[in-house]
């Protein structure tokens, strides 16, 4: 097993990353292309703690080295993400978990967004943890399907990162013109 790790701030509220997050895959973001569909398949509040929980398949294309291509013999994967948004405690926990082909590689990704304890109301503090195991019976070939996988994990989370950027300053301009509009409109009714 190989354990991939990053953490990074993002200079936006936990308001505004929380509420960016659904969007994280959307067409501001360029840099995720390798995901290609995002599907909810359920969504609930629980209503003793409030906590939002929802489930959703993300199909994503890799681009994988030949040799990996013909052990796995596709491209396109699946992964199932089940999101805990607990507004109270300010946090949104992502659990997520490949579906595809898993009983040969198996990669448990854990994301959480809470307010930074530095910057609580402008700033957000974004951990990501995967743990990625081959299994097989060659020790060797385990061991570059796991050293791959960790160095592919970290080039997308590079992506993603720069990505979500986008997303919140996107998220961001089309808030702020949209409560502007609502003023607008708002002062013409009242005039």
């Known amino acids: ?4 790790e990053s953490n990074c701030i ?15 895959y959307c067409a501001w973001n360029t ?24 489930e959703r398949l993300i199909t994503c294309k890799q681009a994988a080295p030949r040799w990996l291509k013909s052990i796995f013999g596709t491209e396109e994967s699946y992964v199932r993400e089940i999101s805990y948004v607990d507004p ?7 659990k997520s978990m490949n579906l595809t082909f898993n ?13 930074d304890p530095e910057c609580p109301a402008e700033r957000t503090l974004f951990k990501q943890d995967a ?8 020790t060797r070939l385990r061991n570059a399907i796991e050293d791959f996988s960790v160095d592919r994990f970290h080039q ?32 013409m009714q009242t005039a």
């Open 103 to 115: 009983n040969l590689l198996n990669v448990q990704e854990t994301v959480q967004y809470v307010p």
């Open 88 to 94: 109270v405690a300010k946090t949104v926990t992502m």
């Open 131 to 138: 743990k990625i195991t081959a299994y097989g019976a060659f």
């Open 1 to 4: 097993m190989k354990v991939f």
């Open 10 to 24: 993002f200079n936006y509220s936990w308001e505004d990353v929380s509420l960016a997050n659904w969007r994280k």
């Open 31 to 54: 840099k995720s292309t390798h995901v290609i569909a995002v599907d909810t398949l359920s969504r609930s509040v629980d209503l003793e703690t409030g906590i939002l929980i929802t």
């Open 156 to 187: 997308n989370a590079i992506k993603g990162r720069e990505g979500f950027e986008a997303v919140l300053q996107m998220s961001q301009k089309a808030f702020k013109e949209l409560r502007e509009g609502t003023m607008q409109e708002a002062a």
